[in-house]
């Protein structure tokens, strides 16, 4: 059986080579060709020998994801349908913003098992893991569509379908390779994990990694984030709130906060109050989303007043606050929307 190539880690890739008699060096060329030109095949990479080539080929595939539908909305956002080798379906949305800002917002997982009560992902379920191929193969897709004259890529969030950091392994690995710079050499300030509140999974990813994370809060009490978020029962509000003043003490990154604004359930004006308080001593940022409804869900989306009135509140309190409007929204692109 050969093996897919792009689900190999990097760090392993020398040793996998020696094994086969293969040139250590020829690592960083296969490296540079599988990530960088975007290389389909062995044929390709030129600069390596015929018989290394030949080697790889027996033993290697480079995967691919098929992109079965492309959506574009109004405001010029896609939303990409990949299919996987094993028929399941994973969605991506690439974002063009201000600044010239152009963010892919990729999936980790297909489904997802955190039983969110607000996300149309969670409905679905948790299918299976996504390997670290399928991960970095949503950006190679995206980028192998774009034509010279659209505007490249620069941002990746890991906030599609499922939870990264249940995924851990393939999300170390494929973000090592985001920041590799004979790959896709993105700085660490363009990429951004965002969790549920994984604290445990958190604390170890920010050892290893020095890229920036968003957690997503959506609730000010435990009580209402127990109801939001079954995660809160492993990791409250205030385990949350503690990692991220420890993290603020040791990171130069800000940390972004997400808030899904719903409707008389955590969009209270105590809730506005509590908010700053529970960020104190924390480099934060806040995006407030405002709920996106979807088929078969009776939460209800903030008023556009309230919505704006915790943003003027927040960034009174010193907190810079983002309404995240809903980009894509014709399409159901946005984020919570995601599902195959
Ligand atoms: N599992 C990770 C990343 C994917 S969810 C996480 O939870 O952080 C990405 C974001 O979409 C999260 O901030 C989540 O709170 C938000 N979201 C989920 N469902 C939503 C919905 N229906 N409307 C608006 N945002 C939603
Ligand atoms: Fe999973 Fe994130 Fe959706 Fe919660 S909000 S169910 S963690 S994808």
């Known amino acids: 059986?050969?093996?897919?190539?792009?689900?190999?880690?990097?760090?392993?890739?020398?040793?996998?080579?020696?094994?086969?008699?293969?040139?250590?060096?020829?690592?960083?060329?296969?490296?540079?060709?599988?990530?960088?030109?975007?290389?389909?095949?062995?044929?390709?990479?030129?600069?390596?020998?015929?018989?290394?080539?030949?080697?790889l080929r027996e033993k290697f595939f480079i995967g691919r994801l098929n992109p079965v539908d492309v959506m574009a909305a109004e405001d010029g956002t896609k939303k990409f349908l990949f299919e996987l080798a094993d028929g399941n379906r994973i969605e991506s949305v690439l974002i063009p913003s201000e600044r010239g800002r152009v963010t892919l917002c990729i999936s980790t997982e297909v489904g997802c098992a955190m039983g969110c009560a607000f996300c149309r992902t969670a409905k679905m379920g948790f299918v299976r893991d996504l390997s670290q191929g399928e991960i970095l193969g949503q950006v190679l897709e995206v980028q192998r569509s774009l034509l010279s004259s659209d505007r490249p890529l620069t941002n990746i969030v890991l906030m599609g379908m499922g939870e990264p950091l249940v995924n851990y392994d393939a999300v170390v690995n494929a973000v090592k390779i985001l920041l590799d710079e004979r790959a896709f050499n993105l700085s660490k300030r363009r990429i951004t994990v965002s969790t549920s509140g994984l604290v445990s999974q958190a604390e170890r990813f920010v050892e290893q990694l020095d890229v920036k994370i968003a957690i997503s809060l959506n609730a000010t009490t435990d009580g209402v984030r127990d109801q939001l978020m079954p995660v809160n029962k492993?990791?409250?509000?205030?385990?949350?709130?503690?990692?991220?003043?420890?993290?603020?003490?040791?990171?130069?990154?800000?940390?972004?906060?997400?808030?899904?604004?719903?409707?008389?359930?955590?969009?209270?004006?105590?809730?506005?109050?509590?908010?700053p308080k529970l960020l104190t001593g924390i480099n934060a940022k806040v995006?407030?989303?405002?709920?996106?409804?979807?088929?078969?869900?009776?939460?209800?989306?903030?008023?556009?007043?309230?919505?704006?009135?915790?943003?003027?509140?927040?960034?009174?309190?010193?907190?810079?606050?983002?309404?995240?409007?809903?980009?894509?929204?014709?399409?159901?692109?946005?984020?919570?929307?995601?599902?195959?």
């Open 1 to 55: 059986m050969r093996q897919d190539i792009t689900d190999i880690p990097v760090d392993r890739l020398h040793a996998v080579f020696g094994a086969l008699g293969l040139k250590a060096y020829s690592a960083s060329q296969v490296v540079r060709w599988l990530y960088k030109a975007r290389a389909t095949s062995f044929e390709e990479m030129t600069n390596l020998p015929q018989e290394a080539r030949g080697v």
């Open 234 to 275: 492993r990791f409250s509000v205030a385990d949350i709130t503690k990692f991220c003043r420890d993290y603020s003490k040791r990171s130069r990154h800000r940390v972004t906060f997400e808030y899904v604004m719903i409707r008389d359930v955590n969009d209270t004006e105590e809730d506005m109050k509590r908010l």
């Open 287 to 340: 995006n407030l989303i405002p709920f996106n409804p979807f088929p078969g869900s009776t939460l209800k989306a903030p008023y556009e007043t309230t919505l704006k009135e915790w943003q003027n509140y927040l960034t009174n309190k010193g907190i810079q606050t983002n309404i995240r409007i809903g980009r894509g929204q014709d399409i159901m692109a946005a984020c919570g929307q995601l599902a195959s």
